[in-house]
C-alpha cells in the first residue's frame, strides 16, 4: 500500500495537468533529472545543450505563429502626405505614406500578436544603411535585409537632416518590405513621377528610379508570401521587367528555408 501511495506522489506533475510545461521548463526538468540519477558531466552537458535548442525552437515556432497570425490581419498603410515641387523633368506632386503612417498602421496588430520592430543604422562616408529586425515577445528576432542610400542633401538640410531624412526613407521601406506591406493605392513612388513640362517625356530618369524602389520592395522581402504580395502591388504595366527579380529573390528564401 504504501508502494503504490509513494508511486503516486511520484507521478503527481509538479504544474496543474491543464498547464503544458514550456520547452525550457521541460529541458531544466531533464537536466535535474540526470543529476539526481548521477548521470556523467558530459551527459549533462549533452542534455543542457538539448535544452538550450528545445527552448531556441520554441521561442523560432511562436515566432513564427505571431507573424502567420500578423499576416492576416487587414493591414492598410495610408498615403497620408503630399509633396509639389519643381523638377528637372517638370513639376513633381505626388502623395506617399511616411513612416509614421506606416508604423501607426502596423502597431497595433503587432502588439496584439506580441511582436516588435527596431532597426540598426550605420553610416560609411555619404551612405546610410539601414536594416530591419521584427522579434517576438518570447525572445526570438529575425534580420530583415540592409538598404542603402546616400545621404538626402537636397534642399538646405545640415548634416543632420540629411542623415535624419535618408534613414526615415530607409527605415520605411525596410519596415514594409519585412512584411511585405504597400500604400493603399499601390507602390510609394516617392515622388519618382513628374508631369512632363511642353517637349518632353515623362519617362527617363524619374522611371528609372521608380523601378529602383520596385527592385528594393522585393529584395526586402523576408518570406515568399510577403514576396508575392509586393509583387502582385507592382503595376501591371512594369511588373514582367521585374519577375528576373522576384525568381532570384525567391530562390534566395526558399534556400535559406530549406
Known amino acids: ?66 507573424m502567420a497570425a500578423f499576416s492576416r490581419e487587414p493591414i492598410e498603410v495610408l498615403k497620408n502626405k503630399t509633396a509639389d515641387f519643381p523638377g528637372k523633368n517638370g513639376r513633381v506632386s505626388y502623395n506617399f505614406a511616411d513612416l509614421t503612417s506606416v508604423t501607426d498602421a502596423i ?11 527596431r532597426w540598426e543604422e550605420r553610416t560609411e562616408g555619404t551612405t546610410v544603411h539601414c536594416t530591419c529586425y521584427v522579434g517576438h515577445a518570447d525572445g526570438h528576432e529575425e534580420k530583415g535585409s540592409t538598404l542603402s542610400a546616400p545621404k538626402d542633401d537636397s534642399g538646405s538640410k545640415n548634416t543632420i537632416q540629411a542623415s535624419g531624412s535618408t534613414i526615415s526613407y530607409l527605415r520605411r521601406y525596410t519596415l514594409l518590405g519585412f512584411f511585405g506591406l504597400a500604400p493603399r493605392d499601390g507602390a510609394d513612388d516617392d515622388g519618382r513621377t513628374a508631369a512632363p513640362t511642353p517637349g518632353t517625356q515623362a519617362k527617363g530618369a524619374g522611371a528609372a528610379e521608380e523601378a529602383v524602389d520596385y527592385k528594393r520592395n522585393l529584395e526586402a522581402c523576408r518570406n515568399p508570401q510577403a514576396l508575392a504580395r509586393v509583387m502582385n502591388g507592382i503595376p501591371s504595366s512594369v511588373r514582367q521587367k521585374f519577375l528576373p527579380t522576384y525568381h532570384a529573390c525567391l530562390a534566395v528564401l526558399q534556400e535559406a528555408a530549406a
Open 1 to 66: 500500500m504504501n508502494n503504490t501511495a509513494n508511486s503516486v506522489v511520484q507521478a503527481e506533475p509538479c504544474l496543474p495537468a491543464t498547464q503544458p510545461a514550456s520547452p525550457a521548463f521541460a529541458g531544466l526538468d531533464l537536466i535535474a533529472k540526470a543529476v539526481e540519477r548521477g548521470c556523467s558531466s558530459e551527459q549533462i552537458d549533452q542534455l543542457a545543450a538539448l535544452a538550450e535548442r528545445m527552448a531556441r525552437d520554441a521561442k523560432k515556432a511562436a515566432w513564427s505563429r505571431a
Open 107 to 117: 502597431r497595433p496588430a503587432m502588439a496584439k500578436h506580441g511582436l516588435f520592430y
